[in-house]
């Protein structure tokens, strides 16, 4: 249960967030919203597998596949917008500045 009241509170965050940003665009809006649904979809994955998992051992192997799945699913999730704000956001960022000039 702790993870649908992980869920409702990252429901209960994204507008207030949205509203932190300084002058947010629709890229941004969009890019945070991927991330609050993957964090949603986490959480509710992770309460399906904690409440259903000890009915059977074939169902412990589908719901830990599905507790996994949405792991994966808010690492994609959280690199989306950390890549967004620092390669396209931050107008100073380049490689060279950053140490990863490479050549």
Avoid at 15 to 38: K, M, Q, S
Avoid at 41 to 58: D, I
Avoid at 61 to 75: F, H, M, Q, V
């Amino acid at each position: 249960m702790p993870d649908l009241l992980g869920a409702l509170i990252f429901i209960a965050l994204f507008h207030p967030t949205i509203r932190y940003l300084h002058e947010p665009t629709a890229t941004d809006i969009v890019l945070f919203g991927i991330y609050f649904a993957c964090a949603v979809t986490t959480m509710v994955c992770s309460a399906v597998f904690h409440l259903f998992n000890c009915t059977s051992p074939g169902a412990y192997k589908r719901l830990a596949t599905l507790d996994y799945s949405g792991i994966s699913l808010l690492i994609v999730g959280s690199y989306l917008p950390l890549v967004y704000w620092y390669a396209f956001r931050t107008a100073s960022f380049t490689f060279h500045e950053q140490g990863l000039d490479w050549c």
